[in-house]
């Protein structure tokens, strides 16, 4: 990250001036999310995320990342982008820093909304979907690639991509081992835009989705189909 903020907001201030542009948040019901196989938090509202991959652990991370998605789709996406990619009417929020300053912006707003001239710009979440779902929300959140992170990739991905279509109608023809180590190895290169340890990209998807089986491999290439797709 660079500056005190980083990226987290080229637009310092710009995240106060963006929210007054984003539309129908008020209008935004909140839903509950599903939080089973994520460590219970307790009432008192934690400042930093403790779901953070360099916290929590791997499963934990991945547990939060999945329900996170689920999440944010059903309560945030309408307005902050599919993807957590803004179309401008409200703040591009990958790009809020994987730190305290970061973590303590988000669960504030989260909890408590944001109204503006007595106007409901975004509902308050907290009290609803609990800590637990804003965590993982935050998890998936920070976790998103940065932008243009995958364009030095994206040749040998859409090779990986034809050789896996390949290996899933003949899975016996693989070395399966192999694949998922250059996955990862391309994954590791991957950058968030938030700074967060561990990006959630469509190869660090693809190589957990590769367990050897026709189906495995048929879902890995889904991932990288539709995430090759997204990025263009």
């Excluded at 179309?87 to 408590?112: C, K, S």
């Excluded at 979907?129 to 994206?154: H, S, V």
Aim: hydrophobic share 40%.
């Amino acid at each position: 990250m660079t500056g005190a903020f980083g990226k987290s907001f080229a637009l310092g201030t710009a995240i106060a001036a963006a929210a007054t542009l984003v539309l129908a948040h008020g209008d935004v019901t909140p839903q509950a999310v599903d939080t089973t196989g994520l460590p219970e938090l307790g009432e008192e509202w934690l400042t930093e995320n403790p779901y953070r991959a360099d916290k929590a652990g791997d499963e934990i991370w991945r547990r939060a990342i999945e329900i996170g998605a689920s999440g944010y789709n059903q309560n945030c996406a309408r307005c902050h982008g599919l993807e957590v990619v803004s179309g401008g009417l409200a703040p591009d929020l990958r790009f809020l820093e994987a730190e305290e300053f970061g973590d303590e912006w988000f669960v504030e707003r989260f909890r408590e909304g944001y109204t503006q001239n007595g106007i409901t710009k975004m509902p308050a979440f907290g009290e609803l979907l609990g800590q637990e779902a804003a965590w993982a929300i935050r998890t998936y959140i920070e976790a998103r690639p940065d932008e243009g992170a995958l364009d030095d990739y994206a040749d040998e991905l859409k090779a990986l991509r034809d050789q896996i279509g390949q290996y899933a109608t003949d899975p016996g023809s693989a070395d399966h081992e192999a694949l998922i180590a250059r996955l990862r190895d391309i994954a590791a290169g991957i950058k968030t835009a938030s700074g967060a340890p561990v990006a959630d990209s469509i190869a660090f998807r693809a190589a957990n989705l590769i367990d050897g089986s026709a189906e495995g491999y048929r879902a890995a290439e889904e991932a990288l189909t539709i995430g090759l797709s997204a990025a263009h």
